[in-house]
């Protein structure tokens, strides 16, 4: 059963969004001040602990349950030769995942984090955008629904990835739909040659005329130009917020997933930090139009949740100073007023 019953009712989810805990907040900086170490010396690895406070309403707050969910859909517009590999790796790599021999795998062991992988209707890939929507509203529905229910009400922390041949296409099409400019945000992908990314520039220019009508509507942007796997993440990031969940956001395509939400309402990523900046051509431009600041930039082009996967760890850093740091009281250390 949907979720949502119609684009307007999702519409209306995406405008009602609580609010964090300002004290839970406040009250990590009142310890932050009184731990052995000058003020604001350690940086966002500080910020991240308040911001981390605001959304779980707990100071300190707590890193015991992360879920990494990892969508997986498959794509029509792959039929305009936009990838440099055929759809069917979309199958393979979630049996990989499966048989845990992915890059995600080994990351979601390392940061203690459970790892679930979503694949979304891989034997019936989207319509090709560049002749029709690639969902229709029920399926496109239907999909943001599984997104949304994928998440536990009980997480400390939810990252959000995804795995799909042709999905760069998909995230810069809605990328350049939401904020202009449909050649600046296609790249490389998966290693297109530079006859790959005409294509790709050439198959999103054509979408963008076919759906020009419908530019100025976030969420039927997403269905036309997007994927399962967007509209999915779409559901779990509007999910986390309803819940109050912080929620880490990997790469392009991720970011360009959640992007109709602050089209939608300006403040609609606050319980969201971008987990890394992607080696990907438009990642950069999206985060600047979104005033995202990612934590961390390793020329990383994976997605998976890889990035945001990473991240975790300085989270996990980060908490682990605020948490386990003596105070100047404790330690006997003079403060800097005595």
């Excluded at 959304?55 to 969508?71: K, Y």
């Excluded at 998909?170 to 202009?180: E, K, P, T």
């Excluded at 360009?256 to 987990?275: E, N, S």
């Excluded at 990383?300 to 100073?321: K, N, T, W």
Aim: charged share 20%.
């Amino acid at each position: 059963m949907t979720r949502f019953a119609s684009l307007a009712d999702l519409r209306a989810a995406c405008l009602d969004l609580p609010a964090g805990h300002a004290e839970a907040a406040a009250a990590v900086g009142r310890r932050e001040a009184t731990l052995t170490k000058p003020p604001r010396s350690l940086g966002r690895l500080e910020q991240v602990v308040a911001w981390l406070a605001l959304w779980q309403g707990a100071s300190p707050p707590r890193l015991a349950n992360v879920e990494i969910l990892v969508f997986a859909g498959n794509h029509g517009v792959t039929a305009q030769g936009v990838s440099a590999y055929p759809a069917a790796v979309t199958a393979q790599m979630v049996a990989n995942f499966a048989n845990g021999g992915a890059a995600i795998n080994q990351l979601a062991r390392l940061t203690g984090a459970e790892l679930r992988v979503i694949a979304l209707d891989l034997d019936h890939p989207t319509a090709d955008f560049t002749v029709k929507p690639a969902m229709d509203e029920a399926e496109f529905l239907a999909a943001v629904t599984a997104g949304y229910e994928a998440v536990s009400p009980e997480a400390d922390l939810v990252v959000l990835g995804e795995m799909g041949i042709g999905n760069t296409t998909a995230a810069a099409a809605i990328s350049a739909a939401l904020f202009g400019g449909g050649e600046r945000f296609a790249g490389y992908g998966t290693g297109l040659s530079d006859a790959g990314v005409a294509r790709k520039r050439e198959a999103i220019d054509r979408a963008l005329a076919r759906h020009e009508r419908i530019l100025d509507e976030p969420l039927r942007v997403a269905a036309a130009l997007g994927g399962r796997e967007l509209a999915a993440i779409l559901g779990a990031c509007l999910a986390a917020r309803h819940l109050r969940i912080p929620t880490l956001i990997d790469g392009f395509v991720c970011t360009a997933a959640v992007a109709p939400l602050v089209k939608l309402r300006g403040d609609a990523l606050d319980h969201a930090l971008g987990g890394h900046l992607s080696a990907e051509l438009g990642h950069r431009l999206l985060l600047e139009e979104l005033g995202l600041r990612p934590l961390l930039d390793l020329g990383m082009r994976l997605g998976e949740g890889s990035g945001a996967a990473v991240a975790l760890l300085v989270l996990r850093a980060a908490l682990a100073c605020h948490t386990g740091m003596a105070t100047f009281e404790e330690a006997h250390v003079s403060n800097k007023d005595g």
